[in-house]
């Protein structure tokens, strides 16, 4: 059994709210796996059920073969990193001293690095190409440049998975590439297993070697990126009319928002 | 109740001689009013006044010359206003008191801050606490003092003074059964009074007044309404301020004619030094006071 | 333990040591000032023992102004360290215990406690703290989940809640009319110097496990900045840590407000400086502050009582001059 990650019927309701409905998945080693959804389809909850911020109601998680809640806190922290969407902190930290924080997890209660924790954490930054930036402060960083540091850190956590919850959303056109293709960078040169959510299914499409499609609670569908991405599935699960071909690039599927103007089936 | 008092005195003039004869000859053992023991030298020579009825005491037993420091509003006698100041009777300036080396501290039950017997204590300065609070124990503390500072001789006569003229009003206000409605306003703003257990209430009750305030709260607020109902015949207005301010106040009750003080012309405006601390002067309040609320009684005797 | 030395440490090392020698300074200054003459010579002399033990400038120094002096550093410390816990669980530079209406809160517990005749230890410090922890309580209560993060909520909650504690403290100086009506408003005041080397050392036995407890919760404390969500992916048992933060933050703030009064703005000022000086970083910080904001406190004491001619201003004033400015400042910074 290879797989990083492992579900069985997870179920999760905030009050009477049920909002998780026996969702099942696994996710494979070195995988890069992107869950999808509409609004309020229940993304976020799964990312922090996964994460272990959340306990399911009811259901089994696995992580790396061995049930979540055996975990200790740190022992999950040193194999689960969890880039949250965008935080703002009105403190200024400097890029190296929040990458450091990703060391907390192997070292004591004072969290005293080593050179060897700046080693790391200096490699961290470098993957992410953040060089020139390591003494700015967080404050004086664009909204792409944070979301490196964000990712640098969880990468300082020298991680087996990394989840991410929609790092790409608010970013502009290129940088929501250069994410993506760290990400895929992240998976291939350090064989890190990328759990994402996203809005984005054209991203999403290109990127994910698997998809999970989410649909009020449920899992409506799950596999490749051919498999989950059809017009049928998209219309179903976010109820707008969407044009699938292939993408230019080949490869991977492309969706297309219809407007009504010009729709195309009465 | 006078033969009671006589005795009382008497009886403290008999014992307290006997508590300095036990002792050795530098320093003696006493108990306070607040029944705390303290020791205390024979003879204070550097005393340190911690309240400004107490400094008035001290010089009225004529042992002015032994006090090294009062506190910020010991304005009476004159000569207290050039002392050295250690901070106003609330807030003592702790470290002033020390350096002035006093071998005694008189202090104040209501105003000092219990702790600041308790630090000068540990920093071996002892400290007695008297508690004069109407006119008996005036009388006792005028004693109590003159007998820590070797004054008892004068001290008696004082106390002997006190006695005769508060039992000369007394004698007097006995002649009629006529009590009138009495409200003393302490102060210009806000109107507050005095209640049951205050020292200007016996004094308005010996100078045959009624207290319109009399009730278990000392100094209790009153709205202007309140004191309409209440329908004084007599208003005496005790104010630090000066003349100007006087009438002003005056004017602001003879809006209200319906109140007998208006109708009467019986709103006095008094000099409050009389009536705000607790020492001999005090009868000096009680005399103005039986002028005010009894003229006929004091007329009839000159 | 860490062989390698990490860096981190040399940090701390040279942050405090460098304060701690601020920290003296401000001591001897302040035992050799005061509303007696003396000098700085005077202080070495007694300090070298060529001055009688006797005399009475050797008390003055030594049993008036030093317990005092310490008194204040002590109070200092534990006001700044107060904010700083404060500013890093909700996340937010301008949160304070007398902004967020905390002291206010034990202020009536100790009112309460004096009222009903207990000594100041451990009466009224119990009965301050259960007032700090019930306005903690309120205060976490009306600006729950993610609002608390927002600035302007949290201020609001805190002049809302501190008007009524002012209006409760007035109610209660009201209704009381005999001779402890001059113990509440002398306590009020926030005087320092009624205090001897006993109750400076009571004090300082409950105060200093606090310091260390918060120094021992400092990494969680930056990794907290991060975010809850952030800081628990991290390995750090937020509830535990929070928690245990709350409740000694409301404990050293409860005995601070039990002993002087009503002491604002250190812990707004203090973290701010030190900040801007060395960095956000907690395991810096919480040293600098106790350090840093016992120095302050002193200098706040010493010109409490050395600017009037007569008598002596409560501290609190000085502070609440220094750091209202401040506070205003930072808030329209924050805001733009």
Known sequence: MNSAITAKNLSHSFGEDLVLRNVSFQVPKRDFFIIIGPNGSGKTTLMKIISGLLKPRNGELKILNRPIDQYHRKALARTIAFVPQMTFADFPFTVTEIVLMGRSPYLGMLGLEEENDLEIANQAIAFTGLENLAHRKLDQLSGGEQQRVFIARAICQEPDIILLDEPTASLDLAYQVRIMDLMEKLKTEKGITVVMVSHDVNLAAMYADHLLLLHNGQVMCQGLPDEVITYQNLEAAYGCTLLVDESPLGKSPRVTLVPRKYSIRE | MTTFRYITIVFMMAILPLISLEATSVAKTVTDQLGRHVTVPDKPQRVVSLAPSITEIVFALDQGHRLQGVTTYSDFPPEAVKLPKVGSYVHLDLEKIVALKPDLCIAIKDGNPRVIAQRLESLKIPVYAVDPNNLETIMKTVLEIGTLLNAKGRANQLVKNMDLRIQKVKSLVAKTTHRPRVFLQIGVSPIVSAGTHTFIHELIVIAGGTNLSAGPIPYPRFSREKVLALSPEIIIITSMARSAVFEKVKAEWEKWPNMPAVRNQRIYVEDSNFFDRPTPRLVDGLELLIRLIHPELVEKIQ | ?336
């Not at chain 3, 200092?76 to 215990?97: C, K, T, W």
């Open chain 3, 1 to 336: 333990m860490n062989i390698k030395s990490p860096f981190l440490v040399k940090r701390v090392i040279t942050a405090s040591s460098l304060l701690i020698l601020l920290l003296g300074f401000a001591i001897v200054l302040g035992i050799s000032m005061g509303s007696t003459d003396s000098g700085i010579k005077d202080v070495f002399q007694s300090l070298l023992g060529t001055k009688e033990p006797e005399s009475m400038l050797y008390t003055i120094i030594w049993q008036i102004r030093f317990p005092r002096v310490l008194l204040a550093a002590l109070v200092g410390a534990a006001l700044s360290l107060g904010g700083l816990v404060f500013q890093a669980l909700l996340r937010n530079p301008l949160a304070e215990p007398y902004i967020l209406g905390i002291s206010g809160g034990s202020a009536i517990g100790a009112i309460i406690g004096i009222l009903m005749g207990f000594s100041r230890f451990p009466g009224v410090s119990l009965t301050a703290f259960t007032g700090s922890i019930a306005t903690l309580l309120l205060i976490l209560a009306m600006s729950s989940g993610q609002t608390i993060l927002k600035k302007d909520a949290l201020l609001l909650s805190g002049v809302m809640v501190n008007a009524f504690c002012g209006a409760v403290i007035m109610f209660l100086v009201s209704m009381t009319q005999d001779s402890r009506l001059h113990n509440i408003l002398f306590w009020l005041m926030g005087d320092l110097s009624m205090v001897d080397m006993k109750h400076v050392g009571i004090l300082a036995a409950t105060l200093l496990p606090c310091f260390f407890l918060v120094f021992w919760l400092s990494n969680p404390m930056n990794l907290l900045l991060m975010g809850k969500e952030t800081a628990q992916t991290l390995g750090v048992n937020i509830k535990a840590v929070t928690f245990t933060l709350l409740v000694t933050t409301s404990f050293m703030v409860s005995a601070t407000v039990s002993y002087c009064g009503l002491v604002g703005f250190v812990g707004l000022v203090i973290p701010h400086l030190l900040r801007l000086v060395f960095g956000p970083d907690h395991r810096v910080l919480v040293p600098a502050c106790v350090f840093g904001g016992g120095t302050y406190m002193v200098f706040c004491d010493l010109l409490a009582r050395t600017l009037p001619e007569q008598g002596e201003m409560p501290a609190g004033v000085i502070t609440a001059i220094i750091g209202a400015p401040l506070f205003i400042y930072l808030l329209k910074r924050s805001s733009r």
